[in-house]
Structures are given as structure tokens and as C-alpha cells.
């Protein structure tokens, strides 16, 4: 037996970026066919914005999110990296080894895109060259595992935080550890 409530609402989902709600769909319109009682339909549409998911470790040192066909593996500075260094770690390299099979075996080839990212600390142009010679690195790295891909390498410096760096008028050291990072973009096989 169905329920009859004075108001029901249905949620279609009709592609994955359209979502129409049916409202006002009284007692009335859930009534037996006989029943002469009628009630108002109405439409509402709304385009559904960007939704991804991200995936982080354990440890927070790497996460991955996907946009459509567009996935990006962040591992972040503090791990690949030694304080203002651009030379991988022995630790690093293994981290950066397991990506590589990862865009080995999901990459539909083309282009792998390789951004570098600091936190706020430091001068605008330095966190540029340092972000940059930390993406070359990472590039350096992948090049060894990758073959059929060509690489574009970027150091956006601090311009492009993940999190605020400063809540509240303070500094989050967590926060900034997070902007350190080196971001590895793909396209993935459909």
C-alpha cells in the first residue's frame, strides 16, 4: 500500500550533469486512477556543478581526484623533497616509480602534465623556480618508466593553494604542508 503523504518529491537524474526535482505532487496525484482529484506538477532543473572525487593516503602524502577523464596524483614537497631541495629522495623516487605504473597502466597517452606548487613562505619568483625545478625533477624521474608520452612541466610557485595557507590571520602549518606539492595530471583510458 502506498503512502500518502501531503507532499512528495522525486529526484531524477538525467545525465551527469542534469538534475530535475518534482515537487508539489499533493495526495491527490498519488490517488487511485478513478479518483477526478488533480494536482499541480512543477518542474524545477539544475545543472549539477563539478563533482570529483579525491582519494588521500594514510599518511596524507598523496592523494588522487579525477575530473571526468582528467585524474591528478598529488604527492606532496615534503616527502619527495629535503627543506628548499630539488633532488627526489631515495624514498621519493619509489613513490614516484608506483605513479608511473599507475599512468602506465590508466593513461590514455598524450600528455602528462607535471606542476610544481609551494606554500606562502618565501618571495613570489623564488617559490616559482624552486616549484619548477621540483616538477622538472619529478619529470626526470617519470621519463625512466614512461615511454609514448610527451611532458609538460610548470612551477606555479604559490599561486594556486589547495587550502588557505592563512586562517584567521594565522598561519596553518598544516595547511602549507599540503600546498607543497607536486601534481602529476593525466588522461585516463575510457
Known amino acids: 500500500m502506498m503512502s500518502r503523504s501531503p ?3 522525486t529526484i531524477l537524474a ?9 515537487t508539489g505532487l499533493g495526495t491527490a496525484a ?3 486512477p478513478g479518483d477526478e482529484t488533480t494536482a499541480e506538477v512543477e518542474d524545477v532543473v539544475a545543472l549539477v556543478e563539478d563533482i570529483f572525487a579525491e582519494v588521500e593516503s594514510l599518511d596524507g602524502a598523496e592523494s588522487e581526484s579525477r575530473r571526468g577523464e582528467e585524474v591528478t ?10 627543506l628548499d631541495r630539488a633532488v627526489l629522495t631515495p624514498r621519493a623516487r619509489q613513490r614516484v616509480e608506483r605513479v608511473a605504473e599507475r599512468v602506465r597502466a590508466d ?19 623564488y617559490n ?15 621519463q625512466g618508466g614512461l615511454t609514448g608520452v610527451t ?8 599561486r594556486r593553494p589547495r587550502v588557505p595557507n592563512i586562517v584567521e590571520g594565522r598561519p596553518l ?3 602549507r604542508a599540503r600546498n607543497r606539492r607536486v601534481e602529476i595530471v593525466f588522461t585516463a583510458k575510457e
Open 30 to 32: 498519488w490517488a487511485d
Open 107 to 125: 593513461s590514455a597517452g598524450g600528455t602528462v602534465r607535471i606542476e610544481g606548487h609551494t606554500d606562502d613562505q618565501g618571495g613570489d619568483a
Open 73 to 82: 596524483v598529488a604527492l606532496t614537497s615534503d616527502v619527495l623533497f629535503a
Open 173 to 175: 602549518e598544516e595547511n
Open 7 to 9: 507532499e512528495r518529491r
Open 128 to 142: 616559482a623556480a624552486l616549484s619548477l625545478r621540483r616538477a622538472g625533477a619529478v619529470r626526470e624521474a617519470l
Open 14 to 22: 538525467l545525465g551527469p550533469a542534469l538534475l530535475v526535482l518534482l
Open 151 to 158: 611532458f609538460q612541466v610548470e612551477g606555479f610557485g604559490e
